[in-house]
């Protein structure tokens, strides 16, 4: 074999690893940009359950669908959610059966100041303090 014949050989196989290479991170691409997708719709999901909350001091005579945004959000969080975030839900799903409203009331701060961070980590956004 000739000397051209290794470059061709070379090129050839160079080709091939870059194109295995390039699907691959595309890929890997794909895949995180569906898990952002799912995360923030995870995180996003409790936000119209917080302002019910925050409008009003009856939210549930107000909001005829806030029961239905919790158990969606609590299904999602139960899926895509961490394990901190689930906690905390779970502590504000258990507060708000007991009718607990003090324990209700810290744990929707902690959840939305928790999913705030969240989201902007997730988007890459830096922190602020309010």
């Known amino acids: 074999m000739e000397i051209r014949d290794w470059i061709m050989i070379i090129?050839?196989?160079v080709i091939i690893f870059g194109w295995f290479y390039n699907n691959n991170r595309n890929r890997e691409h794909e895949i995180s940009?569906?898990?952002l997708e799912h995360r923030l719709r995870t995180l996003e999901s409790f936000l119209p359950i917080?302002?019910?909350?925050?409008?009003?001091?009856?939210p549930f005579n107000k909001d005829k669908d806030l029961t239905d945004k919790i158990l969606r959000s609590r299904s999602m969080f139960?899926?895509?959610g961490e394990?901190?975030?689930?906690?905390?839900?779970?502590?504000?799903?258990i507060a708000l059966d007991k009718k607990n409203i003090k324990q209700v009331?810290?744990?929707i701060n902690k959840l939305s100041a928790l999913i705030r961070s969240r989201i902007r980590?997730?988007?890459d956004?830096?922190?602020?303090?309010?």
């Open 83 to 93: 394990q901190d975030e689930w906690d905390l839900f779970k502590n504000f799903a």
């Open 121 to 123: 980590k997730e988007l």
């Open 50 to 58: 917080y302002n019910s909350f925050a409008s009003s001091k009856d």
């Open 33 to 35: 940009k569906k898990k």
């Open 11 to 13: 090129s050839v196989l």
């Open 78 to 80: 139960q899926t895509y």
């Open 105 to 107: 009331e810290d744990n």
């Open 125 to 130: 956004i830096t922190n602020i303090n309010l």
